[in-house]
């Protein structure tokens, strides 16, 4: 099949409520593209006009993790889009088959993604239905955002409801905000990548109900359980910050292109706050100075002549190596001794010190007995 004398198709790759996409064969330009046909039985009044509103926003995007657009028409009746083909699939999956990836693929999932994200919104472009389906990855692992069909721009008035009263947009990604029927916004578009990332990480999103009014509620007013109480590996930073994506007020989420940065970095891998882990690191410092301690108390005579060389360390502010911080544990008590003594404040010192005052002692004594002979002696004579 030929459309628009130009665009052979091959095989239907993808079939939805609107639509069908094939891929196809641009034979004017020779390569691969993706044609989005969209049924001539679909019975939304406003069917049309998002798929055309689909061809005019992804057209003015262009980056490396948004689907291209090359062409847009009418062709038997029918409008298509002519887009790039990603040779891959989508990351949608059903409860009974859930598609669970390890940390390691959803970071570079959110990195890509948030990436696609950030060129939308700084276009003016919310994308407004962030879902697994609507994120290609490729055979090389390159995630692509697909679909614009209901984006709709940041000025644009009409952004909250359909022209029927309708909140648009897949439920189980929806921000809180808009399901109290407040208009969508970049940060609208964080969350639902929050809930998708959730998805990939547990098997299931964030928030499951029976009704679609129980689900609402959920979303305004319940907070998700952390995947590590469910069995996820996950890093405390990671998260961490995956929670801060599914904040119930749209300031408290991060921007698009933070998080794509952050992802982008590796921070992901961190297993607790860098300033934790910083605070845990001087502990070992203490322990050498009780190892110092006795290597010096049981020899003073041998260490004395060091000891004043080393005194000025206790000046010193903070926490000190073992040898320097081993000083002021003992060094006080050793200076006030050889005050007390008068010399060198060591035993070995007194005992020197007392030997020296001996002989003063014994020459005293000797010169009293002398001179009490010499008494004794003159009195005799004198009689």
Known sequence: MLVAD?????GCIGRGGMGEV?????EV???SVAVKLMLAQST??????????EAQTAARLSHPHVVGVFDFGTWDGKLFLVME???????GSTPAHPLVLPAERVAVVAAHAAAGLAAAHRQGVV????KPGNLLMDAEGTVKLADFGIARFVDDPSAGLTTTGQIVGT??????ERALGKPASPASDVYSLGCVLYQLLTGHPPFRADTATALLYQHIDSAPTPPSRLGVVLTPAFEAYLLSLLAKQPEQRPPAQAIADWFGSGAWREYAPRPATAGAMPAPVHAPPAQAAPRTAPHPPARTAPGPAAMPAPRTSGPASGPTAAVPATGGSRRRAPERAGSSGSTGGALAELSRRRPRKTAAVAGIVAFVVFLFIGMAWLS
């Open 6 to 10: 130009r665009y052979r198709l091959h």
């Open 85 to 91: 083909l990603v040779e891959g699939d989508s990351l």
């Open 29 to 31: 330009l020779g390569r």
């Open 44 to 53: 939304d009044p406003s069917g049309a006009d998002r798929f055309r509103l």
């Open 22 to 26: 094939w891929q196809a064969t641009d």
């Open 171 to 176: 439920g189980l990604y929806l921000a809180p």
């Open 127 to 130: 994308h407004r239905d962030i």
